[in-house]
């Protein structure tokens, strides 16, 4: 076979999404909280793309500390099934502080969690089809005087890490993954 006729194999941009979107969600993935936990809040919103358009093959992860501050989360809070060793999802008793949601064909995604304790925020990575590196940004569920990331934004800026409240216990944070509106992303290294 003459070489311009092999066939060339993927290139990053290619074959970074949405694949993951088979194999990293696992079921109730969204239920940080334990099941009927009183203080247990929603945060909610859509990932839109730099066109506007909802993006409905994102991933969404959620970390937070829990309600007294602690980070240890829940080790084997994962359940699995004891024949197939697929994840069924969690036991529904621990909070775990993490959470892993796809977002639906309308680009929505959702987490039901508890308010983070010792922060005013939820800390969120998004996986999307054409990132070669996932993004991190901040869900603020209460405008913090004096955070030292808030403070550092202009007005405009800022509000693009502040969660909506929408009704009581629920809170709107949408992703705008560029644009005039882009969410701010911040950078680790």
């Known amino acids: 076979m003459p070489p311009h ?5 993927p290139t990053p ?19 940080v909280a334990p099941v009927g936990h009183p203080d ?10 730099g066109a506007g358009q909802p993006v409905p093959d994102a991933l969404i992860e959620t970390w937070q500390p829990a309600p007294d501050g602690a980070r240890t989360g829940a080790p084997g809070s994962l359940r699995r099934d004891p024949v197939t060793g697929q994840v069924i999802g969690r036991d529904g008793v621990a909070f775990t502080g993490f959470g892993r949601v796809p977002t639906d064909a309308d ?6 969690t508890l308010p983070p304790g010792g922060v005013s925020y939820i800390s969120l990575a998004v996986f999307a089809r054409g990132l070669l590196h996932h993004l991190y940004t901040r869900a603020y569920v209460v ?3 004096g955070d030292p990331l808030l403070a550092s934004l202009d007005a405009d800026r800022r509000a693009t890490l502040i969660a909506r409240s929408e009704a009581p216990r629920t809170y709107r944070f949408d992703i705008r993954l ?3 509106d882009e969410t701010v992303f911040l950078e680790f290294s």
């Not at 006729?5 to 194999?9: A, D, G, K, V, Y």
């Not at 247990?40 to 793309?49: A, F, Q, S, W």
Request: aromatic share 16%; proline share 13%; no cysteine.
């Open 5 to 9: 006729t092999l066939p060339t194999p």
């Open 13 to 31: 941009s290619q074959t970074v999404g949405p694949f993951y979107g088979y194999a990293l969600p696992f079921p109730r993935g969204g239920e």
């Open 40 to 49: 247990t809040i929603t945060l909610h919103g859509y990932v839109y793309d």
């Open 107 to 112: 680009g929505h995604w959702a987490v039901r």
């Open 143 to 145: 405008d913090e005087p």
């Open 178 to 180: 560029q644009g005039a």
